[in-house]
């Protein structure tokens, strides 16, 4: 039995005459009436009455009806899945992000992404850069936005958005003389930094000779901003997480030292082709 035998004989049963079911199917009466027999010989049962009005379902013929229904709309709905998947249509793409790609994605090319294409899922995985890198490295994510410095061994990428460091900067610590600062600025306030920029920032005082006032340091970049916000010191952090999160109490000043600059990045293993939906994503940024 296969599904063209199944899709005969629902003809036939529907039509209710051999005649007008071959009609339908464009084919001549002979082949339909010799497809219809050796279904009933295969599975040993009278699917069909004939008589000179035409034919009739049998109980056994009925059961085979109501099935044929069903696989024959399972079949669709399955061709329509695969196809759809195949196609980058449909499926679910696990996603790592940082806390800091807040304000660059999602962007108006994913929500269109989403938005059209409602079969697509994404599961978020919300880690550290180093975290992310290492999922990517187990094929535990598919895909990850992570944030430079970091080594790119083994990785595809694709560039986001380069960005400076930027001040957040509570009332009562805003006696900076411009909208600029400068790093030898930072000595006479308490700091909080993100501590993914720790070693960077390190790096950097101690080139220029200073010895800032490091008041507290977090996982999250958010939460250095809300620090910032509560007056506990200024906070450095990338610009987008300050636009973002910042609020009434603070000032931004932008930090002009270029070896502070960073770059979001979306990477995926460089040794795997990427998938139809994985394309999709990628093309979306």
Same mark, same amino acid.
């Given at each position: 039995?296969?599904?063209?035998?199944?899709?005969?004989?629902?003809?036939?049963?529907?039509?209710?005459?051999?005649?007008?079911?071959?009609?339908?199917?464009?084919?001549?009466?002979?082949? =339909?009436?010799?497809?219809?027999?050796?279904?009933?010989?295969? @599975? %040993?049962?009278? $699917?069909?009455?004939?008589? +000179?009005? #035409? *034919?009739?379902?049998?109980?056994?013929?009925?059961?085979?009806?109501?099935?044929?229904?069903?696989?024959?709309? =399972?079949?669709?709905?399955?061709?329509?899945?695969?196809?759809? @998947? %195949?196609?980058? $249509?449909?499926?679910?793409? +696990?996603? #790592? *992000?940082?806390?800091?790609?807040?304000?660059?994605?999602?962007?108006?090319?994913?929500?269109?992404?989403?938005?059209?294409?409602?079969?697509?899922?994404?599961?978020?995985?919300?880690?550290?850069?180093?975290?992310?890198?290492?999922?990517?490295?187990?094929?535990?994510?598919?895909?990850?936005?992570?944030?430079?410095?970091?080594?790119?061994?083994?990785?595809?990428?694709?560039?986001?958005?380069?960005?400076?460091?930027?001040?957040?900067?509570?009332?009562?610590?805003?006696?900076?003389?411009?909208?600029?600062?400068?790093?030898?600025?930072?000595?006479?306030?308490?700091?909080?930094?993100?501590?993914?920029?720790?070693?960077?920032?390190?790096?950097?005082?101690?080139?220029?000779?200073?010895?800032?006032?490091?008041?507290?340091?977090?996982?999250?970049?958010?939460?250095?901003?809300?620090?910032?916000?509560?007056?506990?010191?200024?906070?450095?952090?990338?610009?987008?997480?300050?636009?973002?999160?910042?609020?009434?109490?603070?000032?931004?000043?932008?930090?002009?030292?270029?070896?502070?600059?960073?770059?979001?990045?979306?990477?995926?293993?460089?040794?795997?082709?990427?998938?139809?939906?994985?394309?999709?994503?990628?093309?979306?940024?």
């Amino acid at each position: 039995m296969n599904f063209r035998q199944l899709e005969y004989f629902l003809a036939v049963a529907d039509a209710g005459q051999i005649t007008a079911a071959a009609r339908q199917l464009h084919m001549a009466q002979p082949p =339909l009436s010799y497809q219809i027999k050796r279904l009933e010989s295969e @599975l %040993g049962v009278e $699917l069909l009455r004939r008589s +000179s009005n #035409g *034919v009739t379902v049998t109980p056994a013929g009925q059961l085979l009806r109501d099935y044929a229904h069903q696989l024959l709309d =399972l079949r669709e709905r399955a061709d329509n899945q695969v196809r759809s @998947l %195949g196609q980058g $249509l449909a499926g679910t793409l +696990s996603v #790592g *992000v940082i806390s800091s790609s807040i304000g660059a994605t999602p962007n108006a090319k994913l929500r269109t992404l989403t938005r059209h294409y409602p079969k697509v899922q994404l599961r978020l995985v919300e880690d550290n850069t180093y975290g992310l890198l290492d999922r990517l490295a187990k094929h535990l994510i598919d895909v990850a936005i992570v944030r430079t410095p970091f080594s790119d061994s083994g990785l595809a990428s694709k560039k986001l958005v380069t960005e400076d460091m930027v001040a957040v900067v509570p009332q009562k610590y805003d006696h900076f003389a411009g909208a600029t600062i400068q790093v030898t600025d930072l000595a006479d306030v308490p700091l909080i930094i993100y501590r993914r920029f720790e070693q960077l920032f390190q790096i950097t005082f101690t080139a220029q000779e200073i010895q800032p006032f490091i008041a507290c340091t977090c996982d999250d970049a958010r939460t250095a901003v809300q620090w910032a916000d509560a007056r506990m010191g200024v906070a450095v952090v990338p610009q987008t997480v300050a636009e973002e999160i910042s609020g009434a109490n603070t000032a931004i000043r932008p930090i002009r030292y270029r070896p502070w600059r960073t770059t979001l990045k979306l990477v995926w293993p460089a040794d795997m082709t990427p998938s139809p939906l994985l394309q999709r994503f990628i093309d979306s940024y």
